[in-house]
Each structure stands twice: as structure tokens, then as C-alpha cells.
């Protein structure tokens, strides 16, 4: 029987190259972004990838960000290789199965919408919202933030909305943002992948997929869920005009080995044997 999903993904460096923080930091000639991030995670004052959010509404620096500030942002960002197609793809749904997209970001919604613009529909984006005040458009209240467990709300909001089974939901994401969203999902027996080979975020999802093209999130989709074979994936992708020219499967194992020895193990053992 086919069935109906919710397809949510991460934007910065999920569907993008970019980091939203970053290129408006560069834009405004910022340069202690990233000192300043490090800081607040080091703190853990804020939820892990909403330190953009925390600037823009506190730090004197960012104050002077306006709405059309965040557009133009969107505008500079650089998109990986065939979101649209992805979009297009979904839509049509695979093998008969329905498949809604959405994407949710921590970064600033505004930023998303002018990115995606005539790609993803403005209501199936769920970003970081902000008040603007209503002279010059300066940021003002801080409205919602969609990062940490924002994204878990965000997620269910949308499935309660669709009326969605919780093993039918795929989230796509690539950092620590989207740990929590990604446990969720699993526990629901949903679909996780993978955008980035980062360690707490591999070690989470089922899948793993690293490309410079979104729509290679459709490979362990299309493996996992319509259940196609390696060459009825790349039929599927010729059909499109592409071409699968390097597909390899790496399995990652993470170690750390240490000498034993002074870790009280054998002293102890060496007690136990009188």
C-alpha cells in the first residue's frame, strides 16, 4: 500500500554550502562570528544552532540588521545542485508514494524564503521568526526560534497538520541543530539522514549521505522506503538527464584507543585474583 510522508529538512549546509550567519557577518564586515558562536556553545546559554537568533536579538554588533538585510542574505546564498529538481521530484511523488516537503531552519526565516524563492512554496518554510520594528524594519522581538527542539515542535506541528504516522516522517539535517529532531524522529521509527559526515550527528541517523547535490538525499529514500536497487536508482536519475558517476559505499568506524594499563583494570583484576 503506498502511503503518505513528511519530508522535513535542514537549509544551512543541508540544502546549501553556506552558513546564513556567516554571510551576513561578512556582508555587514563582522569578523568575530564565529568567536562569538564559540562562545555562547561554550556557555550553553543558548540551543545548539540558534547562536544567530541570540545575536541578531542581543548583541549591539547585529543591531543594525533589517529585514531587507536577511533578504539579501537569502539572495547570496549559494544553493547545492538541484534543490529544485528535488522539490519537483517529491511532488510528483516516487514509485506512487506522497511525499510533502518542508523545510526548517534556525536561520532566520527570512533568509530561507528569499533563497528558496519560486522553489519551496512560503508556507512549507519554517524558520527562526523575528518582529520588525516598523521604521527602517530593524529587527525587534524574537518571535520563534526552529532550532534544538523548535525543529521537534515544528515537526509535529506539521504532521498533526498533514496527518502524518510518526514512522512516516524522513528528516534530513547536518549538525548538532538537529540532533534533537533527529532522536525524535527515530523514536517514532521514522527515517533520518544524514547530510554531513559531523560524529553526533552520523552516529544518530540510519543513513548517511555526503554530496554537493540535494538530490542525493533521494538515494537511501528510494533504497529504504520504495524499496529500488542500486540500477533502478540510477534509471530513475537518467530519466532526469543525470548521471550517478561516483556512488561509493564507506562504512566509518570511530576509535579511541588508549593504554590500559592506568586505568586501574588490571590492579583490579589483580585483587580479584588474590
Do not use: C
Not at 147 to 160: F, S, T
Amino acid at each position: 500500500m503506498k502511503k503518505h510522508y513528511l519530508l522535513a529538512s535542514d537549509f544551512d549546509q543541508t540544502l546549501s554550502f553556506n552558513d546564513s550567519g556567516i554571510v551576513l557577518s561578512e556582508m555587514l564586515g563582522i569578523t568575530s562570528f564565529r568567536e562569538k558562536v564559540a562562545a555562547l556553545s561554550n556557555l550553553n546559554l543558548v540551543q545548539q544552532g540558534a547562536e544567530l537568533a541570540y545575536l541578531l536579538a542581543n548583541d549591539p554588533e547585529y543591531a543594525r540588521v533589517t529585514r531587507n538585510d536577511l533578504l539579501k542574505v537569502g539572495r547570496q546564498v549559494r544553493l547545492k545542485r538541484n534543490v529544485e529538481l528535488l522539490t519537483r521530484m517529491l511532488a510528483q511523488g516516487i514509485d506512487g508514494n506522497r511525499f510533502d516537503f518542508y523545510v526548517i531552519s534556525a536561520a532566520p526565516q527570512e533568509v530561507v524564503l528569499s533563497a528558496l524563492e519560486g522553489i519551496v512554496p512560503a508556507d512549507h518554510v519554517v524558520g527562526t521568526q523575528f518582529e520588525f520594528q516598523p521604521d527602517g524594519g530593524k529587527i525587534g522581538t524574537l518571535l520563534r526560534v526552529a532550532a534544538g527542539y523548535g525543529k521537534v515542535a515544528a515537526v509535529e506541528e506539521i504532521r498533526a497538520r498533514h496527518v502524518v504516522p510518526r514512522d512516516q516522517v524522513v528528516y534530513v539535517g547536518d549538525g548538532q541543530s538537529d540532533i534533537p529532531v533527529m532522536l525524535h524522529v527515530n523514536r517514532g521509527e521514522g527515517f533520518t539522514i544524514a547530510a554531513s559526515e559531523a560524529r553526533e550527528i552520523a552516529h544518530i541517523a540510519k543513513r548517511t549521505v555526503i554530496s554537493d547535490d540535494a538530490l542525493s538525499v533521494l538515494v537511501p529514500i528510494l533504497e529504504e522506503i520504495a524499496g529500488f536497487s542500486p540500477s533502478q536508482i540510477r534509471a530513475l536519475f537518467e530519466d532526469q538527464g543525470l548521471v550517478i558517476q561516483e556512488w561509493d559505499r564507506v562504512r566509518t568506524d570511530w576509535l579511541t584507543i588508549r593504554d590500559g594499563a592506568g586505568d586501574g583494570v588490571i590492579r583490579l583484576d589483580a585483587a580479584a585474583n588474590g
